[in-house]
């Protein structure tokens, strides 16, 4: 297995060091892609994944009511645990082993709060844009269990009624815990797709290239790819549709 790519494949590389990012105190966060007040001209998106935010936020803090449309909201917490309201009924804890999806739609408001009085909670949250605009707001959260991505891929996000959370686009996010010097292959699952692949902890090899910690790459033009871990790795990656 080589973790090469073929020569009509297309790869872009995002070093952790290369994303935006502020420190409010409260929020300490990280943006691959342009966001808030850090703009980059090159970093605008990849396909239809818009957003992908590397948030820690301190006990009992958080964002208050805000408004989101016409997105596809996916927060994944790494540690901890966060504390959701909505203006459409729903409250709930968010925690380590769970995933939550809010297809925005016609419009929401929500809030999220560390649910700790003690502790940080560290949280992704990620934008794909829908399939179409207009639609009614969804909400959906799921749990994982983490021996269930050892060494293969969990699928987290998907838009099939398969047991994982379900997303209004043809988009797929999937997450290996992967041992050091084991090696995995990815099938995409779409047409016209692309992956953004992010380095969670630990080390991977792909594409040629070595990625560490919070490293991504971007690979399209391609249907399957391999992967060695260079340590112990967790990984999330992303497949959307490359046209948005």
Known sequence: MKTTLTDTAKKVLHRADTRGGANHGWLKTFHSFSFASWYDPRRMGFGALRVLNDDQVAPSLGFDFHPHSDMEIVSIPLEGALRHRDNMGNETV?????????SAGKG????????????????????????????????DQKTFDPAERVNQWQTLVSP????????????WF??????NERKLSYQFKGEKTGVYLFVLEGGVEVGGEKLARRDAIALWDLKNFDLKATEDADILLIEVPMAS
């Open 174 to 179: 999937s997450r290996t815990t992967l041992e």
């Open 94 to 102: 968010i925690k380590s082993t769970d995933v939550q999806l809010m």
């Open 108 to 139: 929401v408001y929500h809030e999220e709060y560390n649910a700790s009085t003690e502790d940080d909670v560290k949280f992704l949250q990620i934008w794909v844009f829908p399939r179409e605009n207009g639609i009614d707001f969804r909400y």
């Open 160 to 171: 099939e009624d398969d047991g994982a959370v379900t997303i209004m686009q043809d988009a």
